[in-house]
């Protein structure tokens, strides 16, 4: 193992996870990536994501550590336990190992070692998962890597290198790789994961037209990035849901987010619901005939966002009350979100204390969030613009950023998984 860079020496000092867990299965300090994999009763799918990773080119996979976080609360289902517990003797026996694969794991479901029941769950799985990593990673020639994956998700022969080659060169610090569900079941799985998936890419074509600096997917097994971007975003939280998002948001306030391209990643579809909300609850109700499950935010409240991030943009030397009107001569529901999130206060002390222009827009940019960009948008749905079906609002964004217009559903999901780097 090399030296530590300060960040990550802090880091592990300050905020770094503490507890009984270590890495089992390979004893290696010196990778230059590492993969980490929660995984909770996933011993059906493990062995297909597994699979998938193993075709990646011999010299990536040589510098590569596959790390399995298999975890569990106490409060978990007897069949959980017992998968995980079947998982676990398998890898301890050797049988998951590929040739090539450096493959090792972390017990968090044996007793003594199971996840708290207060806030274990997916985000601290992976966080425990990432802070063992920096310990072995080799910061000797570059900044290596951590890359978050899910058990159930595949990847292509491509994906380590696209990974390898994107970081190489790229200025920000993290990076989120283009995403396609696997098939659904049946033909009423296939339309509801089309439908989630479309709302996932509407949305993110929204933001992206409306100039928004949080335009980017924040779905788990999409995220990458350095050992030191990781450490300055505070490290994973130890969110059961969401995770995420809120990590992704930080590492963009802290090192930048940016689209990785010639690689695709594939999540699973499958009806699940450990998670409050998501894929798969949202994929269940849509099956039940839940319409209303997944609605889509109207255009307007892309457009909205838009003109008011670009009267920030436009205004950064007036003060916050002068903005506040402004705003005010845009959108009634928009002035009334920034009056109850104290804009106007808010304002002048960015002003004050970011005295350069581009400092203060960065400055205001980390505080109007992804976080509070939904939650401006919930706003507008919830006072003018009530959220709708996708033939209402997809077309309207498709003429907007200049791409194919259709009304087919499942059409309209191809034109944005090729124009979002999903397809060839």
């Known amino acids: 193992m090399s030296v530590l860079p300060k960040p990550v020496v802090r880091y592990c000092a300050s ?19 590492a993969v980490v ?5 996933e011993s059906a799918s493990l ?8 075709t990646n080119p011999p010299e990536h996979l040589a510098e590569t550590l596959i790390l399995l976080v298999v975890n569990q609360r106490p409060d978990s289902t007897v069949e959980d336990k017992d998968d995980n517990r079947h998982t676990l003797r398998q ?8 040739p090539g694969l450096h493959l090792a794991w972390i017990d968090a479901a044996s007793p003594g070692l ?8 997916v985000g601290l799985a992976r966080k425990i998962g990432f802070d063992l990593a920096l310990h072995r990673l080799s910061f000797g020639k570059s900044d290596p890597l951590l890359i978050a994956l899910d058990a159930d998700t595949l990847v292509r022969p491509d994906y380590l290198p696209a990974l390898h080659d994107h970081f190489r060169d790229a200025v920000a610090g993290a990076a989120v790789v283009p995403f396609c569900h696997q098939p659904g079941n049946d033909p009423a799985h296939e339309q509801a994961i089309a439908r989630y998936e479309l709302f996932l890419r509407a949305h993110l074509l929204g933001l992206t037209l409306a100039g928004s600096p949080y335009a980017f997917h924040t779905i788990g097994s999409t995220m990458a990035c350095r050992a030191t971007a990781y450490a300055r975003a505070g490290g994973m939280n130890r969110r059961r849901a969401g995770e995420d998002f809120y990590f992704l ?30 894929t798969g609850r949202s994929v269940n109700a849509l099956l039940a005939g839940d319409t209303a499950a997944v609605l889509f935010y109207p255009a307007a409240c892309y457009s909205l966002l838009g003109d008011w991030l670009q009267l920030v943009n436009e205004q950064l030397e007036a003060d916050g009350v002068t903005l506040w009107h402004l705003a005010e001569q845009h959108s009634a529901p928009l002035a009334e979100f920034l009056q109850n999130e104290n804009f106007p206060n808010i304002w002048d002390r960015l002003a004050l204390n970011h005295l350069r222009p581009k400092a203060r827009l960065k400055a205001f940019h980390d505080w ?9 948008i919930h706003h507008l749905c919830a006072a003018s613009y009530p959220r709708c079906q996708p033939e209402a609002v997809v077309p309207q964004l498709l003429e907007a950023a200049g791409l194919s217009i259709s009304s087919c559903l499942i059409e309209q999901l191809t034109i944005l998984r090729r124009h979002q780097g999903a397809l060839a």
């Open 114 to 121: 199971e996840l708290p029941i207060k806030d274990g769950g």
């Open 37 to 41: 994999i929660p995984a909770l009763a």
């Open 47 to 54: 062995l297909a994501t597994l699979d998938s990773l193993a």
């Open 91 to 98: 890898l301890a026996a050797g049988s998951w190992k590929h």
């Open 15 to 33: 905020r770094a996870i503490d507890g009984p867990w270590h890495i089992a299965g390979n004893e290696r300090h010196d990778f230059s990536m």
């Open 249 to 278: 948001q930080q590492l963009a306030k802290t090192t930048g987010v940016a689209a990785l391209n010639d690689t695709v990643v594939y999540p699973s579809a499958r009806l699940s619901s450990r998670t409050p909300f998501g």
């Open 368 to 376: 109007f969030d992804g976080l509070k960009t939904t939650r401006l």
